[in-house]
């Protein structure tokens, strides 16, 4: 029987829920915003694929960069531009976990920095869909710098507002920074919201962690976060939210 899975699963139409191991069409999972039907795990997304289900077809516009860096300007860990949710105009800046675990570099940074620069000069809302292992350690400081940088220009807006959308997981000097410093802050369920990861805080202060560690409903019942809003209902979220400003 496991062969037969191993076939259905390789051939890409059939997945694996890693949270329940429920085998689901992966047609079925598509149409369900890809949240498993059984147990309401919500399957990390590419940055296309977040934006096919929170944009109005066909208005996500990509920013670019300086004129030399458009043509053939490497994928990055984010995708930024500017689109419209129900007809609501406003920049959105969507990681990618799926590209080097969605780490922030220079080029990361750049375009975060990019993007609120825009946000501010027209006076529009920015989303920023956040997950991340963190900063892109194989850049060594000026990884880090990242994290400076990206939260001086989120300081410099003033005039329209920035929501921060925490999907799983987000975490090291990218939970560390800008994106904590939405004005809202809304979460995926049962993100990972956390700085270092719990088995090295576990080994450091060498005592059991409690139940819900680092779970977006833990951190909504600390007052971290906003709300939390199932998948489903984020696109209306959104675009209510937008029609305030
Ligand atoms: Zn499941």
């Not at 997304?45 to 458009?70: H, N, P, W, Y």
């Not at 929501?163 to 993100?191: C, K, N, Q």
């Not at 005592?207 to 984020?234: K, M, S, W, Y």
């Amino acid at each position: 029987m496991s062969e037969v899975l191993d076939i259905a699963k390789k051939d890409g139409r059939w997945i694996e829920c890693k949270k329940c191991s429920e085998i689901i069409l992966t047609k079925k999972l598509e149409e369900n915003l890809w949240v498993c039907n059984h147990c309401d795990h919500h399957f990390r997304l590419s940055a296309k694929d977040r934006i096919r289900i929170t944009c109005d077809e066909g208005s996500f516009v990509e920013l670019g960069m300086d004129e030399q860096d458009d043509e053939g300007a490497p994928e990055e860990a984010i995708l930024c531009g500017k689109a419209a949710i129900e007809g609501q105009e406003c920049y959105l800046g969507i990681m990618d976990f799926s590209h080097k675990g969605g780490s922030m570099g220079i080029a990361v940074g750049q375009k975060i920095v990019k993007i609120m620069k825009t946000a501010r000069e027209s006076r529009l809302p920015l989303i920023l869909f956040s997950t991340s292992g963190g900063v892109r350690i194989q850049e060594g400081i000026w990884g880090l710098f990242q994290m400076l940088r990206t939260v001086h220009a989120r300081d410099q807006i003033e005039h329209s507002p920035v929501i921060t959308v925490f999907t799983d997981p987000t975490t090291g000097g990218v939970s560390a920074s800008f994106s904590a410093l939405g004005d809202i802050l809304l979460s995926e369920p049962r993100a990972r919201i956390g700085f270092a990861g719990p088995r090295v805080i576990q080994s450091t202060v060498q005592c059991t962690l409690p139940p819900g560690f680092q779970d977006a409903e833990t951190l909504l019942a600390n007052g971290f976060i906003d709300r939390i809003v199932h998948r489903r209902d984020l696109r209306s979220t959104l675009s209510s939210l937008l029609k305030w400003f």
